[in-house]
């Protein structure tokens, strides 16, 4: 398996979310809530465009004691966060994978499922 965006529709709020999943099936990467699929398509392309700049990348520890990351537009807004890691070497990793991955990355887009 590829790595690989998905857009997907909260039932909860009806607002539409990607989130990145690596080639072992783990989500690496997961954005905000978009009120259109439209808008998720735009983060999608930013996480694409801000994926490979390392200075992109704030490293940061949760209020558990557990590592994550967000990854940043130009403008500094964030467009999405990682999972939470035990240890520096695995956020870092997953830092690495998000920036080899991303950019050319497939979309799959689970709103048409069933439809």
């Known amino acids: 398996m590829k790595a690989k965006f998905q ?11 990607y989130r990145l ?6 989500i690496i990467l997961s ?6 699929k439209q808008s998720c398509l735009n983060g999608i392309a930013s996480v694409k465009a801000n994926a490979p ?9 949760a209020s558990n004691g557990q590592y994550y990351f967000v990854l940043k537009a130009a403008n500094g807004e ?3 966060r990682s999972e939470l890691y035990v240890t520096t070497y695995s956020r870092d ?4 994978a998000v920036k080899r991955d991303a950019p050319g990355a ?3 887009d689970l709103t048409l499922v069933g439809v």
Request: net charge neutral; aromatic share 14%; glycine share 10%.
């Open 93 to 96: 990793n997953g830092i690495a």
């Open 78 to 80: 964030i467009i999405g």
């Open 21 to 26: 999943r690596s080639a072992n099936n783990e």
């Open 7 to 17: 857009i997907f529709r909260s039932t909860a709020n009806s607002q539409y979310y």
């Open 53 to 61: 700049f390392d200075s992109r990348y704030d490293r940061r520890i």
């Open 106 to 108: 497939p979309i799959e």
């Open 31 to 36: 954005g905000e809530g978009y009120t259109t």
